[in-house]
């Protein structure tokens, strides 16, 4: 391991300089590309606001939460998922804030969390009974890290297991 | 048809009982997917670190396909066309449009102002489903799509649609000037990008730090960088220092992003209990190593929650921060010529080719880093392998 401790004959740059093994060196340099000093590109466009013309608006025939930073519901969107169920109440609770707003973003976490759990009632309901195993992508697991599967299997027979055990326990009690 | 379908963190099925997608819009099209490919930043999906990543939703935002249906304003593909599509879905009519700023459109992604339109990455880009599926529906046909031309071969085509531009632009975007020594932080395929594209723009030397031994061997050869493994290095910042004159690299590249390992607290605060968006090991790494007045690029994607940075390190030496999702449609034409004059050679990253139906397989070797994976590509049923 590299440490910390240091003399100045530790510092140095090998830069080398012939890099003429390198196909395509060099063919896009631009020393106008230069971002220490910036100079934005200003269009006409970007004074005149949101004026442009914007396309025709999609039919919204399904619920689409939207930006409050945002006066309308872009001209696109998509239509996966719709809010639903308990995870969609929180949903439209958290677009009630801003983007800059973590009351956002911490909700809209937990209505993801609360949404997995609805998504395997919905399996069930439709008599699907989710593949844990095969959904987690675990064959790959048991074929290139055998020894990796084996140690996390048996961790969680074991603690399982032993939760049986005590609340087997209690219960006796 | 046959599509991801998410069912929460670490859990993805391949669907067979999905509806096909519809024209919803006269500028939409409908694409038959030929080849898509599981993304670095798809795997910040499924570990379930993005807000409003709904269940049900199929992922997937770098694809190739076959037009089969257009709307009826679309005039620029006709059915039958192969198409690589950017990952950005962009209006072509906005302020931000109009720079050519495509990964920025105000008109894709109502749910958020400050990210644009993206195929199958959460509701926080716009909720629209993406293309690990047989069939996708693309917005915007008319702006986005560009014509595979006949020579390309297709796993290339596909690569250009994330990876490529986003790694190229990477390198842009750090403004490299002739003989500047470039660090990136993360050799997955996009930083492999980065520091393939970083010669390009004439650096003297290119550095990659990660933590895989399997990947620097792969980037050394393919980036003909230097590479070293952070954690063989007690402080990576201070190693960087020693190799730069004691100075700092001239640009620092972070191509990890949000899962960023090499720090504990940080690891826990931003990927275990979600407290911040994201570890940002990378970004302080790259923020303390790159000289005063050098520029730290970002295109490690993080979360939208606020995230701890050294911000005052970024005052005190004066470094310039330039960040965004590539501008893939502004990029297409100079990738292509690269890929063309063989100065870029994207297939050559790819090391896994799954069939969709084995999705859930594919996430959990790319996620896991098992079986010496850097890009795998999903092949749906009718495309053949």
């Known amino acids: ?173 | 048809m046959l599509a991801v379908n998410y069912r929460g963190p670490f859990r993805i099925r391949a669907d067979k009982n999905l509806p096909y997608p519809e024209i919803e819009h006269p500028e939409d099209a409908i694409v038959k997917v030929l080849r898509s490919c599981i993304c670095g930043s798809d795997l910040h999906l499924y570990h379930g670190l993005v807000p409003d990543t709904r269940v049900g939703t199929t992922f997937g935002h770098e694809f190739i396909g076959e037009v089969v249906e257009t709307g009826s304003s679309v005039e620029n593909l006709k059915v039958g066309d192969k198409v690589m599509v950017p990952f950005n879905i962009a209006c072509g009519k906005c302020a931000f449009c109009k720079q050519e700023l495509y990964g920025n459109c105000h008109e894709a992604n109502p749910q958020s102002t400050a990210a644009g339109g993206i195929f199958g990455y959460s509701h926080t880009t716009g909720g629209y489903h993406g293309g690990q599926a047989e069939y996708v529906r693309v917005p915007y046909a008319d702006v986005g799509p560009t014509v595979i031309p006949e020579w390309m071969d297709p796993d290339d085509a596909v690569l250009l649609t994330d990876v490529v531009p986003t790694g190229y632009q990477a390198a842009e975007m750090g403004g490299i000037q002739e003989g500047d020594t470039v660090v990136v932080f993360g050799a997955g395929p996009i930083g492999i990008m980065a520091a393939k594209s970083a010669w390009l723009f004439g650096a003297g030397r290119v550095i990659v730090i990660d933590k895989l031994d399997y990947r620097l061997e792969f980037v050394k050869e393919y980036a003909q960088c230097e590479v070293f493994n952070f954690q063989e290095l007690e402080d990576p910042v201070v190693f960087i220092k020693q190799q730069t004159d004691s100075l700092g690299a001239d640009v620092c590249i972070d191509a990890v992003g949000a899962e960023a390992a090499g720090n504990k607290v940080n690891s826990l605060m931003g990927r275990k209990l979600l407290l911040q968006g994201g570890s940002t090991t990378a970004l302080h790494w790259a923020i303390n190593s790159v000289k005063k007045g050098g520029i730290v690029s970002i295109v490690g994607v993080y979360g939208p929650v606020d995230a701890l940075v050294p911000i005052g390190n970024v005052l005190n030496k004066g470094i310039t921060i330039r960040a965004n999702q590539a501008s893939v449609k502004r990029l297409l034409p100079k990738m292509i010529e690269h890929v063309k004059n063989g100065v870029l050679d994207p297939k050559a990253i790819i090391t896994h080719r799954i069939p969709l139906e084995e999705v859930a397989e594919g996430y959990h070797i790319f996620s896991s880093k098992l079986d010496n994976c850097i890009k795998p590509v999903l092949i749906p049923p009718a495309a053949g392998i």
């Open chain 1, 1 to 173: 391991m590299t440490t910390d401790e240091t003399s100045p004959e530790d510092f140095k740059n090998n830069r080398g300089g012939d890099h003429s093994h390198i196909k395509g060196w060099g063919i896009d340099i631009d020393p106008k590309n230069d971002p220490t000093y910036p100079l934005k590109k200003r269009t006409d466009e970007e004074i005149k606001g949101y004026s442009w013309e914007r396309s025709e608006q999609q039919a919204i025939d399904i619920e689409v939460l939207h930006s409050v930073e945002r006066p309308n519901i872009t001209a696109v969107f998509g239509t996966a998922a719709p809010p639903r169920g308990l995870s969609g109440m929180i949903r439209r609770h958290a677009f009630k804030k801003s983007e800059s707003s973590l009351g956002r973003w911490v909700p809209l976490i937990l209505a993801d969390r609360i949404d997995m759990v609805e998504g395997v009632l919905d399996d069930l309901k439709q008599g699907y009974i989710p593949n844990f195993f095969e959904e987690r992508g675990l064959k790959s697991e048991w074929k290139y890290n055998r020894k990796n599967f084996i140690v996390k299997t048996a961790t969680v027979a074991a603690v399982a297991s032993a939760a049986v055990l005590l609340l087997s326990r209690k219960s006796k009690k």
